[in-house]
């Protein structure tokens, strides 16, 4: 499940999903656009805050693939 998904399922916005994770709303934004590579601090709170139900590798998702390619995970 992707953490779009997962946030319109549950009803909850950015800005909340961001302070239940301790994470800037804009840092949040732009991992969940493909901007941002998200650090394996940010992927443990979604996949805690989730209960497992978005996963660290699933944040990559969104990512153009010639940056995916060259990530090590």
């Known amino acids: 499940m992707t ?6 399922t549950n009803d ?3 800005d909340e ?3 239940m994770i ?3 709303r804009d840092y949040v934004s732009r991992v969940m ?3 941002y590579r998200p650090s ?5 709170q979604v996949e805690m805050v989730t209960k497992g139900q978005v996963k660290y ?3 990559f998702d969104k990512m153009p693939e010639r940056i995916v ?3 090590v995970v």
């Open 33 to 35: 656009r493909g901007m």
């Open 40 to 44: 394996q601090r940010f992927g443990l």
């Open 3 to 8: 953490l779009r998904e997962y946030l319109y």
């Open 57 to 59: 590798e699933d944040l």
């Open 12 to 14: 909850i916005t950015i």
């Open 69 to 71: 390619k060259n990530l």
């Open 22 to 24: 301790f994470f800037n």
């Open 17 to 19: 999903f961001a302070k």
